[in-house]
């Protein structure tokens, strides 16, 4: 009897645990097509909120089939979604309101109810992105393919959860990826150009190199040379740099970016900023400035530029103006600071590729990691222009993806604001842009995420019956990367990174298992974009072998196919027409 007792008394105890359990468990979001939530939203939400309940509302509905009605009404009666923050949720929660253009966000469940706020310019619509893909499992991968995976039936755990971006201004130019919604749904709130829409909008960046806009020598060289550098002791008037110590360019620069900015109120920061050569002037007047700041050329863009920032600030107290440290000013001054409206964008073109910027053991990045240390603690506002391509091989293996997390974290625990990832933006047809570009958006956000489960999550979800193969195909590229071989942005064929004899035909075998797993035409194609490649590296090494073998004419017809621009600096349609009459 006594043990009859002992064992009745754990069946109880465990059926009231596991009761316990499953009222404590979550909440059932919809079961076979039907849903006893609703929506709701307040009547004056931002726009973007609105567009994220009906994306809610939409995302459902193909997952489940089940119609989430969208209401106004705070105190509608049943179960509800929040969306925003607002008089009920304050209530609920005990929360204040973020600031508008906060873009962390919160998802809790209280009770049946399920709120989901932040800043209402895309917070809280980053907020509902963030639910749809952890509990609905919906990816955004490109602009043309999104996964919604479908079920009849999702009970939610309970939520109680913030989070917040990294950085505050985050984004590429992939040509794969320009879409502003595809964008939107990754968490990009930035572009080269400002864009406006219902998604709360893409903050923007103007221009760059943009002295020569301001002064252009074919405006003003015929009557005034002495506006531009001294060069070999002449005024030089092609594609140089300005004589910044002149008193009329500084006086044009203050009004004509005074004018940019009426002209473009949309934009955050505006670039007051160096050409892209190193025709600095020699004359005395600017050697001097550069010598009063520790010798630098960054000092006499410094003093110039902070000259037409206090021009500009009462104006527009609530916008920057951005200058570069860039190739030959990439070296901070001395005993000088940036204004408070000015932002260093400092970039890392000169640096290896092929190692995290902290690896004490790639001599290649520690100038960078010593003058980006110095601006930190110089300048109030850094911002980061970063290269995550091959410049002068855009389709060729080119395998970084192991530094793009650790140097987007160096990036921000050097203050950095923002981040610009300068990508393949002339053409598809890159280097594993698609994926790429996806990662990316990631990390950004969060770049303590694990580049490789990022990645075969990417793979898995985009390569159908062909993942594995890819995927094989992925790691084989990171096998390049050895401690001792470096990369920077201009790489080419002959490379030592790609002396591993065994890769090509490791690569062509492992790709033509994938081609052949691959289960439609849609699939095909996304491997012959990776195939690219290899027939890219392999032709570049062995041009008469290629021609010989027919896989030149493969190559062609794929970078036709894609519109694959080989390089930054020549056309798909020049290097088809070289390549051919090289014959």
Request: overall charge negative.
């Amino acid at each position: 009897m006594k043990k009859f007792i002992i064992i009745l008394l754990s069946c109880l105890i465990a059926a009231g645990v596991s009761a316990c359990l499953f009222r404590h468990s979550g909440v059932r979001l919809f079961n076979d097509g039907k849903s006893a939530y609703t929506i709701v939203l307040s009547a004056d939400a931002s726009t973007s909120e609105q567009t994220a309940a009906k994306e809610l509302q939409q995302y459902i509905q193909q997952a489940s089939g089940a119609l989430l009605p969208i209401s106004n009404d705070l105190e509608a009666k049943g179960r509800k979604i929040f969306v925003g923050f607002n008089d009920k949720v304050a209530a609920i929660t005990g929360e204040e309101a973020p600031e508008a253009d906060y873009e962390g966000f919160t998802c809790r469940t209280k009770g049946k109810d399920i709120l989901i706020w932040g800043g209402s310019q895309r917070g809280t619509m980053y907020g509902v992105f963030d639910f749809l893909e952890k509990q609905l499992g919906i990816k955004w991968f490109t602009a043309s393919y999104t996964v919604v995976p479908t079920r009849s039936s999702l009970r939610l755990k309970r939520m109680d959860y913030s989070d917040k971006p990294f950085l505050n201004y985050r984004y590429s130019n992939y040509a794969v990826a320009g879409n502003p919604v595809w964008k939107a749904h990754n968490r990009e709130n930035m572009d080269w150009g400002v864009v406006s829409n219902e998604y709360g909008n893409l903050e923007g960046y103007w221009s760059a190199h943009t002295m020569g806009q301001l002064v252009p020598p074919e405006e003003f060289f015929g009557t005034h040379p002495e506006y531009f550098c001294l060069r070999d002791g002449k005024r030089y008037g092609g594609y140089g740099q300005l004589c910044l110590t002149n008193p009329d360019v500084l006086e044009i620069c203050k009004t004509r970016l005074a004018k940019v900015m009426r002209e473009n109120p949309l934009y955050r920061i505006y670039s007051l900023s160096q050409n892209d050569n190193d025709r600095y002037c020699e004359c005395e007047k600017c050697k001097a400035i550069e010598d009063q700041y520790g010798g630098q050329h960054s000092g006499l863009i410094l003093w110039f530029v902070n000259q037409v920032a206090d021009a500009v600030k009462d104006e527009f107290p609530d916008k920057y103006v951005g200058t570069f440290a860039y190739w030959y000013t990439r070296k901070p001054p001395v005993g000088i600071t940036p204004r408070d409206n000015v932002v260093i964008r400092l970039c890392s073109i000169e640096c290896c590729f092929a190692h995290p910027l902290e690896d004490e053991n790639c001599p290649q990045n520690q100038d960078f990691m010593q003058d980006i240390h110095t601006w930190s603690n110089l300048a109030p506002h850094l911002f980061i222009w970063d290269y995550i391509v091959d410049y002068a091989q855009f389709p060729a293996p080119w395998p970084n993806f192991q530094v793009l997390g650790p140097n987007i974290r160096t990036f921000g625990e050097n203050k950095a604001i923002g981040v610009f990832e300068e990508a393949q933006y002339q053409s598809g047809g890159g280097e594993f842009d698609e994926m790429k570009a996806w990662v990316m958006d990631k990390l950004l956000w969060n770049p303590d995420l694990d580049v490789d489960s990022l990645v075969r999550e990417f793979i898995d979800g985009y390569y159908g019956n062909a993942a594995p193969k890819v995927l094989e195909y992925y790691q084989l590229c990171k096998s390049l990367v050895k401690p001792d071989v470096h990369m920077g942005i201009f790489i080419q064929a002959d490379h030592e990174i790609y002396n591993d004899e065994s890769f090509l035909d490791s690569s062509f075998h492992i790709l033509a298992q994938a081609k052949d797993l691959a289960e439609n035409d849609e699939i095909r194609d996304r491997v012959d974009l990776v195939r690219l490649q290899p027939l890219y590296l392999y032709y570049m090494r062995n041009k008469e072998k290629a021609r010989a073998d027919g896989r030149w004419d493969e190559l062609a017809a794929l970078m036709k196919k894609f519109n694959a621009r080989p390089r930054e600096s020549q056309s798909l349609e020049d290097f088809l027409k070289t390549e051919q009459t090289s014959d």
